[in-house]
């Protein structure tokens, strides 16, 4: 077996390619359903955010396996294989191994640090169980980058500060804004991004903000987050107006198409009325051509890489730190994977000795006649089991102990020298 990831992210392909890629949590069942269904897939997980999309499959064929994942990419984007090709990047087993730890310790993101991709690869952790798709391998494999997105965020430095796409967004409205405390403020949406936004907003003194929600509830459940902080809180309906009083506006929903171009601005906005916009959302809210309108300023996710920039150099030291911890973690799986070899010796093992001890039980109690009562039958049966687990615990510990190859290659060999076992290959 192998692992694989293929996907792309910010570092390899545009916004208007990522949005074609993007899964909304609500297709996660299906898409990984999908995968499933690929001869050669053995285990699938999918990490979709704003800046990323990975496909992590094992697989016991891994060109077969690749080639199916891109196959799923192109039909689900309706983007020709060779046009999505040049955008993705493929990383084969230590690779992918340290490639997840380093995502969900923020090492990977659009922002050093950023905190929430470690929820997001929890979120796949959960999904892929839910849905069917993690077994063994990938459950131990994120489970340990979980591991160590904690250890990162715990052990050193790097998440302190401005460290989201929220905050890099409001860190860039700053930079074109000469007093944020006098601008007036919309955020469309009302998600965990949104929050995000309100918080590093009030952080950065803006005192006017609303909130366009489709939901009033779950907009005046964001608002009740921030007692201190006065925000209006309007429907979906009364987006326009609120964006034709406004001097900034944040889009943060899960809608598939754009909610804002330049024909719906054009006739609220008065002239010669500025008006900035901040789209961190992938799929876009923002159609690209809005800045066809002469003081419209649109910037999406991938604009956020001037502020990114700034705070790179502060980080990369702390980042250095943080990969000799993920080091650490990748031998951790390293040792476990190595271990999965001798499953089918040790399997093979028990069976065999199981297979005994449950045949000269029968010719014991068939010789102690019915008279033996059951109560004694189940003694026995205990005794025996038990006689049997103790037999095997130190040589099976002792086998997966084996770190190096060879030693544990010669035990494994050993083993089925002298109890004659035809284990076969579990594992390759």
């Known amino acids: 077996m192998n692992i694989a990831v293929v996907g792309l ?5 545009p916004v208007e390619i990522r949005e074609k890629l993007s899964i909304p949590e609500i297709q996660t069942e299906s898409a ?7 001869p050669h897939i053995d285990e699938v997980a999918i990490v979709s955010t704003c800046n990323r999309m990975e496909i992590y499959i094992v697989t016991s064929e891994t060109e077969h396996g690749i080639r199916e994942v891109t196959q799923f990419l192109s039909e689900y984007s309706k983007l020709p294989m060779l046009s999505l090709r040049q955008h993705l990047f493929m990383l084969l087993h230590d690779d992918a191994v340290m490639h997840v730890m380093r995502v969900a310790a923020g090492l990977d993101s659009l922002v050093l640090g950023e905190g929430q991709i470690l929820a ?3 979120t796949t952790h959960k999904h892929g169980q839910q849905y069917n798709g993690i077994k063994t391998i990938l459950n131990r494999l994120f489970k340990q980058a979980i591991t160590a997105g904690k250890r990162v965020r715990t052990e050193t430095s790097i ?21 944020l405390a006098a601008c007036r403020a919309t955020i469309l949406g009302a998600g965990k991004m949104s929050r995000l936004l309100v918080q590093h907003l009030v952080s950065k003194g803006a005192a006017q903000i609303n909130i366009v929600n489709r939901s009033r509830d779950r907009a005046h459940e964001l608002a009740q987050q921030f007692p201190e902080q006065p925000i209006r809180i309007h429907l979906l309906s009364e987006m326009m107006t609120v964006i034709a009083d406004s001097d900034l506006v944040f889009t943060s929903t899960s809608a598939t198409e754009p909610i804002l171009d330049r024909a719906k601005l054009e006739i609220i906005l008065e002239p010669n009325r500025p008006l900035m916009l901040f789209d961190i959302s992938v799929p876009r809210n923002i159609h690209g051509d809005v800045n066809e309108l002469a003081n419209v300023q649109a910037f999406n996710v991938d604009d956020l890489k001037a502020v990114v920039a700034q705070n790179y150099e502060s980080r990369r030291k702390m980042a250095q730190e943080a990969e000799r911890l993920l080091e650490q973690e990748v031998e951790t799986f390293d040792i476990w994977w190595r271990s999965l070899e001798t499953v089918s010796t040790i399997s093979c093992l028990r069976h ?5 001890r449950e045949q000269e039980l029968e010719k014991a109690l068939s010789r102690l006649g019915s008279e033996f009562g059951d109560k004694h039958q189940e003694v026995i049966e205990a005794l025996t089991r038990g006689i049997v687990n103790k037999i095997l615990h130190d040589p099976m510990v002792q086998l997966r102990a084996q770190q190096d190859v060879e030693a544990r290659q010669r035990c494994m060999q050993t083993l089925q020298m002298l109890f004659n076992l035809d284990a076969g290959e579990q594992f390759s």
Do not use: D
């Not at 992210?9 to 392909?13: D, F, L, R």
């Not at 990984?32 to 690929?38: E, P, Q, R, V």
């Not at 065999?352 to 005994?356: L, N, V």
């Open 352 to 356: 065999k000795i199981e297979t005994i």
């Open 9 to 13: 992210s910010h570092k390899t392909a």
């Open 120 to 122: 997001q690869i929890k």
């Open 32 to 38: 990984i359903a999908h995968l499933s269904s690929y």
């Open 159 to 179: 998440g302190t500060g401005a460290v989201s796409i929220s905050s890099a967004a409001v860190e860039l409205a700053q930079m074109k804004m000469a007093n």
